[in-house]
Nanobody
């Protein structure tokens, strides 16, 4: 079955950095674009970044452009999110999800990893 395991979150001060990882299994990882989303309590899940299946096309939310970098390793079925110059507004639970892979019309999600930016 599809599994997505996010890791790398934690507590960091403003201006700091974190690198998130998402280990995927149970589907043909290299055939799917991958996305990072984030969510804070009471708000909709927000798309942060997307990377195409081969990594040749990347898009970012305006709020993270120039600070976050998405990458992937198809040999390891892993997608990464390097987050630099973190702001308090980046505090959220971060999730990865394959684009276009659905179960009963619903995206697959992992358990998420908490990122907290505090001063």
């Amino acid at each position: 079955q599809v599994q997505l395991v996010e890791s790398g979150g934690g507590l960091v001060q403003p201006g700091g950095s974190l690198r998130l990882s998402c280990a995927a299994s149970g589907f043909a990882f290299s055939f799917y674009a991958m996305c990072w989303y984030r969510q804070v309590p009471g708000k909709e899940r927000e798309l942060v970044a997307t990377i195409s299946s081969a990594g040749s096309s990347i898009n970012y939310a305006d709020s993270v452009k120039g600070r976050f970098t998405i990458s992937r390793d198809n040999a390891e079925s892993t997608v990464y999110l390097q987050m630099n110059s973190l702001l308090s507004g980046d505090t959220a639970v971060y999730y990865c999800s394959p684009e276009g892979l659905l179960r009963h019309s619903t995206r697959y999600w992992g358990q998420g990893t908490q990122v907290t930016v505090f001063s």
